[in-house]
């Protein structure tokens, strides 16, 4: 680290100027000011949620240049990256897991800047510095979930181990409408996809999208309850608070989009998703009822539909999920990287991540064998 480099790490995310801020992180939602604010604002992460959040700062001669946000971990709840077999291993050695320096946003398992700086040279300090500071605080390891390809190069360039995993994403092939699609796909994937939509309209089903702000607070309001409602049938609390929801509306309404579903003049489904710069994301849903093939048709299939009638380049439908491909929906690699501060539990676990990686490499292969369409362009 150069003489001129300065770090900081501040427990705030007020205690840095929004306009500071979001011009490091670009356009990219999950990593505006506003978005990190309402997260910690609700007390969805929090050091009481075992999400303490810490904001490496990096100057250069009082101009900032470089970010990262940072949490510290006393659980690995809500991460999407599992490593509790690593945390089982360390205390099976008498050695302590927890807590752990973790650079992700909280519970959003989408791909996006993790060091927000202009430059590889940049990234590749910032990286070093957060290595700096984990040692400082006597951390077991530090972990940087869903980072984007030129932040996983400069980490791999700060001595970072990497982890591959899998979602599945949506690509929009210029598609006229959704029939264009389904025609693309092959007649077993196309008949089971037509056959769940029947399903939903024979029930009675119709849809609205709701957008920006024609999403008012009485849709917020049922939205909430559908989306608690997933987390009560698995008997666990919801991650998120209205609150969070609320916040995020009043700050970047333009990326919300809310998918409606209804019978009889009654809210029956929903499914909330975030676009921007053409990707669509898909975040939550919840329902009042069971419906055959309800859930396909709110979270992916008019997520899709909306894609091609407004142009839009992709759709991420969220974490895991090999069921999506049959809606299709494509695998794509995911990343992770690692630094662990113990060289013997590093070297272990670099050695598992080299046969990991293999094996995801030819999971990946096997799927792509199996795709849901008759060619791709």
């Known amino acids: 680290m150069t003489s001129s480099i300065e770090i900081q790490v501040v427990d705030s ?17 999950f990593v505006q000011h506003a978005y990190l604010s309402a997260m910690h604002v609700s007390g969805c992460a929090s050091k009481r949620s075992g999400w303490q959040p810490l ?13 990262m946000p940072l949490y510290l971990k006393s659980h690995s709840r809500g991460e999407y990256v599992f490593d509790h077999s690593w945390a089982d291993a360390f205390q099976r050695h008498g050695l302590r897991y927890y807590p752990k320096l973790l650079s992700a946003v909280p ?21 070093r510095g957060a290595i700096q500071y984990a040692r400082q605080i006597d951390v077991s390891s530090l972990h ?6 030129e932040d996983l190069a400069a980490m791999s360039d700060a ?11 949506w690509t929009n092939d210029g598609y006229a409408d959704f029939d264009a699609f389904l025609a693309s796909m092959n007649q077993q994937k196309r008949k089971k996809v037509k056959q769940d939509r029947r399903h939903v309209a024979e029930a009675g089903v119709t849809f609205r999208w709701l957008r920006g702000l024609e999403i008012d607070e009485d849709a917020l309001d049922f939205f909430y309850s559908c989306y608690e409602n997933t987390y009560k049938e698995h008997w ?14 009043q700050a970047m309404p333009d990326t919300m989009l809310l998918v409606l579903a209804e019978s009889d003049g009654e809210r029956l489904a929903c499914a909330l998703n975030i676009i ?7 975040r939550y849903w919840g329902t009042r009822e069971f419906v055959s093939g309800l859930h396909f048709e709110t979270c992916y299939m008019q997520g899709i539909e909306y894609c091609i009638v ?50 995801m490499d030819e999971h990946i292969g096997e799927l792509e064998a199996h795709t849901p369409f008759k060619s791709r362009k």
């Open 13 to 29: 995310i007020e205690d840095v100027p929004a306009d500071a801020w979001n011009a490091l992180a670009g356009s990219n939602p």
């Open 55 to 67: 904001y490496l700062l990096m100057r250069r001669q009082d101009a900032l240049i470089g970010a």
């Open 107 to 127: 519970f959003t398992p989408v791909t996006g800047p993790r060091l927000l700086a202009k430059t590889h040279e940049d990234r590749v300090l910032l990286a």
């Open 144 to 149: 940087v979930l869903f980072p984007q390809e």
């Open 159 to 169: 001595g970072y181990m990497q982890r591959e995993g899998v979602q599945f994403h």
């Open 236 to 249: 666990n609390p919801p991650y998120l608070t209205r609150e969070f929801f609320g916040l995020i509306h």
């Open 276 to 282: 921007n710069d053409g990707v669509m994301y898909g």
């Open 310 to 359: 407004n142009g839009l380049d992709a759709f991420e439908g969220g974490a895991q999920g090999v069921h999506k491909m049959s809606r299709g929906m494509l695998p794509t690699p995911t990343w992770s990287a690692h630094w662990i501060a113990d060289d013997r539990f590093a070297h272990a676990i670099s050695e598992f991540l080299d046969e990991e990686t293999a094996a």
